[in-house]
C-alpha cells in the first residue's frame, strides 16, 4: 500500500509537537527506528529512547508549536524546515526557566516504511536556541 508520506510528515510534527498524542509515536516509528542528531548519533531509537528527548522539550517549552514550512518527497524519504516557537518556562534542559520567547528552526529528513519512520536525520539551530536563552556569549571574531 502506498503512502503519501509528506502528508505523514506533517501528520507526525501536528499530532506529537502540536498536540502532544503520545499514542501516535508509538504509531509512527518503527521498532528499532534509527536517529541522528535526538539521542547518540545512529543508535536506534525505540518509542522510550525518544521519549526523554520529547519530554525534554515539552517540559522545558510547554507551549511549543511547530510549523512544518516545507515539505519535499521522493520515493521513501521526505525532508522538511520547520519553525518552532515557544516560551521556556520548564527546567527541563538543565538550566532555570527564563519565561523567554524563543523561535529556532529545524531541517529533518525521514525515511519511511509502511508508513512509519524508519530513519531520521535531525538537525536544528541549539546555538540559537541558547543564545535567545542567555546562554554562553558569541565567541569574539579573531582579526587577522
Same mark, same amino acid.
Given at each position: 500500500?502506498? /503512502?503519501?508520506? $509528506?502528508?505523514?510528515? =506533517? =501528520?507526525?510534527?501536528?499530532?506529537?509537537?502540536?498536540?502532544? =498524542?503520545?499514542?501516535?509515536?508509538?504509531?509512527?516509528?518503527? #521498532?528499532?527506528?534509527?536517529?541522528?542528531?535526538?539521542? %547518540?548519533?545512529?543508535?536506534? +531509537?525505540?518509542?522510550?529512547?525518544? +521519549?526523554?528527548?520529547?519530554?525534554?522539550?515539552?517540559?522545558?517549552?510547554?507551549?511549543?508549536?511547530?510549523?512544518? %514550512? @516545507?515539505?519535499?518527497?521522493?520515493? @521513501?524519504?521526505?525532508?522538511?524546515?520547520? =519553525?518552532?516557537?515557544?516560551? /521556556?518556562?520548564?527546567?527541563?534542559?538543565?538550566?532555570?526557566?527564563?519565561? $523567554?520567547?524563543?523561535? *529556532?528552526?529545524?531541517?529533518?529528513?525521514?525515511?519511511?516504511? @509502511?508508513?512509519?519512520?524508519?530513519?531520521?536525520?535531525?538537525? *536544528? @539551530?541549539?546555538?540559537?536556541?541558547?543564545?535567545?536563552?542567555?546562554? #554562553?556569549?558569541?565567541?569574539? $571574531?579573531? $582579526?587577522?
Amino acid at each position: 500500500m502506498a /503512502h503519501d508520506n $509528506k502528508q505523514l510528515t =506533517r =501528520r507526525w510534527f501536528e499530532e506529537v509537537w502540536n498536540q502532544r =498524542r503520545v499514542a501516535t509515536i508509538s504509531e509512527m516509528i518503527v #521498532p528499532g527506528t534509527v536517529a541522528f542528531g535526538l539521542t %547518540e548519533s545512529g543508535s536506534a +531509537m525505540s518509542v522510550e529512547g525518544f +521519549m526523554p528527548f520529547f519530554e525534554r522539550f515539552t517540559g522545558a517549552f510547554p507551549d511549543m508549536r511547530i510549523a512544518v %514550512e @516545507d515539505v519535499i518527497g521522493e520515493g @521513501d524519504q521526505t525532508a522538511c524546515r520547520l =519553525r518552532a516557537t515557544g516560551t /521556556h518556562t520548564g527546567a527541563h534542559l538543565g538550566m532555570p526557566p527564563t519565561g $523567554k520567547a524563543v523561535s *529556532f528552526s529545524a531541517i529533518i529528513w525521514c525515511r519511511w516504511r @509502511d508508513g512509519q519512520i524508519a530513519e531520521s536525520w535531525n538537525e *536544528f @539551530d541549539a546555538w540559537g536556541l541558547m543564545q535567545q536563552l542567555g546562554g #554562553p556569549p558569541p565567541q569574539a $571574531k579573531v $582579526k587577522g
